[in-house]
């Protein structure tokens, strides 16, 4: 077969005039994306079955242990240039990161839809509390049109235009004012020796909760940090961002659920919303809860719409800024007519597959290649990732045996940054959960597989 290369011109390494972030948009970014209304969700599964002091306990180690997996992954991204679907190309094979990349697209779109009716159910709460106006449908056209034009504009436009001199600062301040509220008005300290009631989860899967959230983001997260300036700066970046953030919004979302459950009728994660919701609005400042969403949830729909479109360049040769138009209506659709809570369940089996096919790559990246890919090779068609057939066997085969294990784990990958919506959680079979031994089997799966002799494919 002859060797050809065609790298379409929106996935080819970015160049070093186009790596333009710095640390600290990093920082800002990924702390933006770790904080949300569904991280509260997250937070509020972790009690009563844990008391407060052990569910911090667990979000801490949980939340470090899964930022370093995305800082980890983020650096193949910054090294290389490249997005996420084109970084996978030497562990699965050129076209083998096709399937990650329709499973990606597959589980993106539903996200966005998501996201999208967050931010209208927010909207339409302010607007009908205080102007008696519902709006909903128009409110999903809204969003959808705004996080469209984010995609369209991309990561530096976002981080520098909107983040960095607006999102970012409205958040803080609503978390500021959420955290000040569960102390000065629900007194939270007295709940912290209490003792907890047992159940799901225990205290090892609790801290496999808090590790999903940041692991939800690592099918995307090389699509940002390819514009860092400096990997390593990216990479602290994104971890000390991301651990802020899930340990406060974990936090909050345990404490609340306590709170709001021992002094008002019981809540659990399916109401936690609505009961903080009504017990915000009458407020003077209930707006600012509802505000923190709209401007936190504005770039979880970017996120969301930006990867799909760069995910759809994998396959397809066209502009990102089309395929974000069409994504963005796609997104809009789903939110209108589609029962995307009833689709969650299949977005969330899709989402524990990523948990090992991050295991392949950090396997095959760091230590197979030692950090090095060849940026013409992974666009060159019979060259060094084609493999068998443009597939990688050894890649296939490891990613399969870490989602094997993931699933037989039965820990739900519900709980994953995009949606936490589930209230009925099933009992883990292991004590652990799912994430990590899912991470590792695929790693080692991966390293032993590679040595076999057919697996580079002919020559």
Known sequence: MAASTSPHEEIAPVPPEG????????GILWFDLGVGLLVLVAG?????AL???AALLATLIGSVIGSALLAVAGRVGSDTGVPTMVALRPALGIRGSYLASLLNIGQLVGWAGLEIIIMAQAASAISDHYFNVDGYDAWLAVFALLGTAFAIGGPTVVVR?????????IVVAASVWLTWRLFWTYHITGYVNDPGAGGFPNFWQGVDLAVSLPVSWLPLVADYSRYARRSGDAAWSTFFGYTIANVWFFALGAGYVLVLTSEQNPVDAGNLIGALVDSLLPLALGWLFLLVILADETDNAFANIYSTAVSL???LRLPRRGLALAV????????????LLGYENFLLLIGGVFVSLFGVLVADYFVVHRQRYDAEELHRTGGAYWFWGGVNPAGMAAWAAGFAVYAAAAQPPALVDHASWVANVPTSVTTVGGTLPSFAVSIVAYLLLQRLPLVRGPR
């Open 19 to 26: 790596r333009t972030l710095g640390g600290a948009g990093f």
């Open 44 to 48: 509020s599964l972790l009690v009563p």
């Open 51 to 53: 008391g407060l002091r």
């Open 161 to 169: 235009q909107f983040l960095t001199r607006f999102g970012v600062w």
């Open 313 to 315: 360049q994998n396959l």
């Open 328 to 339: 963005g209506a796609a997104a809009f659709l789903l939110a209108l007519s589609v029962d």
